[in-house]
């Protein structure tokens, strides 16, 4: 078999819902959507105009099932599928492909990009990590993932919860700093959207010639009096200075200070 | 007067440079760049191609002229202007206007933007930041400014310092973000590039949405096994650990648990 025929989709959430549209746009019906909730199989039938169904029956058909739960329930539903002839994936960062090893054929396809319901992402350039535990689905679930990206990145487990590690800092924690100069503004009087050109313009430059070479600020230079200004500034916010002087002090301690950025 | 004539720049680093470039795109030729060294007034004026000179001279016979050195330097340039019939502004984010308070007609110019000699930024959509001390200059300084950008924003000392703090940590410690996950991919061989559409879309959906409603992640969804596992991972890095578990706590304290994304 040169490609997966019938795609099965397992859950009722951000990711599902994304993938769902993902295949629609490419011209793939998706054989079905699994939500276990009957009046939830319901909601994604008119939501997404697929054939949503509540039981395992119509799944076992598919030759590819991707498993887009929570990560608590990958093993529920795996158990679902011992005796699947096709392959399963999981979409998890930080799980284990070998959660899957009591299904014949199994591996891992993980879109790298933050997915809301109510959010249309372009996939061309979002890195699709794959895994599979033999050679030839290896190659299946590659040229799967091509038809929907340009960057294919195989990655076994290790690799794999590096990236949902490191994706923590650059996504997670980058939106936490912004939640806190957003607070911060707002005590001011000011809004967030302000900030909008700096922040964009600045992590493309750290993209483009690298977070050490981009940085600039207070604490790559040396500028004491103004980090002393700015710590006295937060007295009122003893959980933001806590991070504020976490951060300086790493800075400092990592960067070359011999600049004036 | 309804414009500025003649205008001064002083400095030869990054946001002077910036600034002469902005002015010579907009068909304005700056009167004259102060570069207090020779040689470096010399190096001004082959790589801009304008008049650089190195005293004050010639400085006295313009209508504006704006300050673009470091922070502490401010006040000794501002001494050689006490006589000065001009409008003078530094282009400081932390400095008080009043630092200027010993000229006649003074004020702030503060373009909220990263910016190096390398890179060329559309002014476009950067926010001004602008101050002065008489609503005549005011007037004149928002007219002078328009020409570069359509977000004006007029900032007393209070709100400009309100903004250089947010910007440290939606700029300089987003940076630092980056930086850690570049370095946690590079000890598996991996590349921060395979980043790029996930920070992008999440500070775009940050802007958007807002940084609350866009926080995903193991601390925004209660998820303490990833996170017991991330820490694990983290046990060679002791400082980025600290870092993870300060912004962990932050998370669960100040936003909702009650969803999983």
């Given at each position: 078999m040169l490609h997966f025929g019938k795609i099965a989709i397992i859950g009722a959430g951000n990711v599902s819902y994304t993938l769902c549209k993902l295949l629609k746009n490419k011209g793939i019906e998706p054989y079905c959507v699994l939500a276990k909730n009957p009046e939830k199989a319901e909601k994604v039938h008119e939501d997404l105009n697929v054939a949503a169904v509540s039981s395992y029956e119509t799944v076992l058909e598919s030759d590819l099932t991707i498993i887009a739960v929570k990560d608590d329930a990958i093993s529920e539903v795996a158990s679902h599928l011992v005796d699947y002839k096709g392959l399963v994936v999981h979409t998890s960062g930080?799980?284990?492909?070998?959660?899957?090893?009591?299904?014949?054929r199994y591996g891992v396809f993980y879109p790298l990009q933050t997915m809301s319901k109510e959010r249309e992402i372009s996939f061309d350039e979002i890195p699709l990590l794959i895994y599979a535990n033999s050679p030839d689905d290896v190659e299946m679930l590659s040229r799967f993932a091509k038809q929907f990206s340009n960057k294919i990145v195989f990655c076994d487990d290790e690799q794999r919860k590096a990236i949902h590690l490191a994706a923590v800092y650059v996504s997670n924690f980058t939106n936490v700093m912004l939640g806190i100069g957003d607070k911060l503004l707002k005590k001011n009087g000011?809004?967030?959207?302000?900030m909008r050109p700096l922040v964009m313009e600045m992590m493309q430059k750290s993209f483009d010639i690298s977070p050490e070479k981009a940085l600039t600020g207070p604490a790559r230079r040396g500028d004491f009096a103004t980090i002393g200004e700015h710590e006295k500034m937060l007295a009122d916010n003893p959980d933001e200075l806590a991070i504020y002087m976490i951060l300086t002090d790493y800075i400092i301690e990592n960067y070359q200070k011999n600049e004036k950025l």
């Open positions: 930080t799980k284990s492909a070998e959660l899957l090893n009591k299904t014949m000011l809004s967030l959207d302000v």
